[in-house]
């Protein structure tokens, strides 16, 4: 169901002010705290529909036009009169469980139901219908078919929809064909499937239905902030102004302060205000369209806390390409792609956290006589202290304790915590040196990612002296502490560990956040052990 994008905001239509009503002015107040932010152009406003009769021709506004404050109830002001009076927008209500709503929270219950429909005819093929659905819903998942989509219709997702069907039914068919002799057997079930497929199609139908009826009602929609004021972000919020179809509302225009004086439309800020606007317009939707500064200055706004939460999409800036692999979607004529949350959090956390218990807990046990050899070593080559604790830098900056067999020993605790440690470092005794070209001196950092201080795979931690350090002189290295600090991690695997540049650690780094999946963390750990085995350690 697409009612609702990732972080799903709910505003309901204007209604008659009752007993439980918010008090009159409360958008001159939210519009008075959006100025004293230092957002101008804040307490303006534009019409919610097109008058009766009028045509969308793509263009901009014309220079009486007015950038919408906020709709947070009350009073408005004219977009053609300045001071006078406008009807009140419907009210913003953040506190509202529709911000909680996710795009598959209706579709795929209903495509559950439709694919055990055989159930309720027949219980013979119980077992290979419940394999059928649960299969048929991982490849529906897999294809993109419960992502939020800004235009909704059945006929866009037919072709997706049928093969992924069609690839289900046929793996299912094929294992019931192997197990069951029967003609008459696979026959009957097959006939499940193809009921249960038709099924689908029309549980579809009615789901994009009712969103498209709840949107088109503005039921739910979401606020929306445009990134630039040129042609294309003039053109898209229009259209965002025109047609509710889209599920987004338009609040405002956010661009760069070189293009301020020339902009054709009020701003309601400059890239700095972006934080500050997002939170006075409980702005759920981020759409880059065409701003005014360059991508990596742009990414150091979006990779901010405040931002972070918005949904992002962005207008490609070759509108002739797409990706044939994936639902092309678009606003009106013009495509936008939705890129990928740039932090791990909600299930993707929960599925890697999952991962790292058992990792981590299975490492404990089998490699229990490999820790209990290093302790030995570790003991007979310096005496007792066999594990070093340091404070190192993980998550969002909190720092964490980090477990390690001792490799060598610092003459004292200000040299522990400002020395980098470099290659064929005096200190390191010739036990140390072996284990760390082997990275046996890690291994109890398992204990770490059990705890929940680390995890398996990620970027490796740090001393608060060199991270205060770093991140002064690289602005990519602070975004690294958007996850957990690893084991490993993809920077130490493709051969930056050790004494290596820091903006290219920073980089590996922060691609393997914003690319995470279960597959990179397998590819990175199989590349770990191979590093290990091929002893090319510090």
């Keep these: 169901m697409e009612i609702s994008g990732s972080a799903a905001g709910a505003c309901g239509p204007t209604t008659a002010r009752g007993p439980m009503a918010d008090p009159p002015g409360a958008d001159e107040i939210a519009a008075d705290q959006f100025a004293a ?60 469980g529709r911000r ?106 009615l789901s994009r239905n ?5 949107r088109r009602k503005r039921w739910v929609e979401h606020n929306a902030i445009v990134i630039g004021c040129g042609p294309i972000g003039v053109a898209l919020a229009r259209t965002l102004q025109n047609y509710p179809r889209y599920g987004l509302r338009f609040v405002g225009y956010v661009d760069a302060e070189a293009r301020g004086g020339t902009a054709p439309v009020r701003l309601a800020g400059t890239l700095d205000d972006l934080p500050a606007a997002v939170a006075m317009t409980h702005c759920d939707v981020i759409i880059i369209a065409d701003p005014d500064c360059g991508e990596s ?21 070759l509108w002739g390409s797409r990706s044939h692999g994936a639902l092309s979607d678009h606003v009106g004529a013009i495509p936008v792609v939705q890129i990928a949350n740039t932090t791990l959090s909600g299930p993707r956390w929960a599925i890697k956290r999952g991962s790292d218990i058992v990792v ?102 740090e001393r608060p002296y060199f991270v205060e350090k770093f991140s002064a002189e690289y602005p990519d290295y602070a975004m690294r502490h958007r996850v957990q600090a690893g084991l490993t991690g993809l920077a130490q695997v493709s051969g930056f560990r050790g004494d290596t540049p820091i903006p290219d650690r920073a980089r590996f780094d922060n691609y393997y956040i914003e690319n995470w999946s279960l597959w990179l963390d397998t590819k990175v750990l199989l590349r770990t052990i191979t590093e290990v085995f091929r002893r090319s350690g510090r």
């Design 37 to 96: 932010e230092g957002v101008p152009g804040a307490g303006s406003s534009l019409p919610d529909e097109t008058p009766a009769g009028s045509g969308y021709d793509g263009g901009g506004y014309d220079g009486e036009s007015r950038v919408p404050r906020p709709r947070t109830g009350g009073r408005g002001v004219s977009p053609d009169e300045p001071g006078t009076l406008a009807p009140a927008p419907p009210r913003v209500r953040p506190g509202s």
């Design 360 to 461: 981590a807990s299975l490492a404990l046990v089998l490699l229990s006589p490999v820790l209990l050899l290093c302790a030995l070593a570790t003991w007979l080559d310096g005496g007792p202290g066999i594990l070093f604790r340091q404070e190192r830098i993980g998550r969002d900056g909190v720092p964490i304790e980090v477990i390690k067999f001792r490799t060598m020993r610092p003459r004292d605790d200000a040299e522990s915590r400002t020395k980098w440690s470099i290659a064929n470092d005096q200190r390191v005794s010739a036990v140390g040196r072996f284990m760390r070209r082997t990275s046996l001196d890690e291994l109890p950092q398992f204990w770490n990612v059990l705890r929940g201080d680390m995890t398996v795979v990620g970027p490796r931690p």
């Design 100 to 205: 909680r709503l996710r795009a598959w929270m209706l579709t795929a219950p209903m495509d559950l139901l439709a694919l055990l429909v055989p159930l309720a005819i027949s219980t013979r093929y119980w077992r290979g219908t419940l394999s059928a659905a649960a299969l048929t819903m991982v490849f529906f998942a897999a294809g993109g078919l419960y992502r939020v989509r800004r235009h909704i219709s059945i006929l866009d997702e037919l072709p997706n929809l049928c093969g992924r069907l069609l690839a289900a039914a046929a793996v299912v068919g094929i294992i019931a064909a192997v197990r069951h002799d029967s003609v008459g057997y696979g026959t009957g079930f097959m006939q499940g499937v193809a009921l249960s497929a038709g099924s689908v199609i029309v549980g579809r139908m």
């Design 210 to 214: 009712l969103a498209l009826i709840a």
């Design 297 to 317: 200055t742009l990414m150091e706004f979006m990779r901010q806390p405040g931002c972070a939460r918005c949904e992002l999409w962005v207008v490609p800036r």
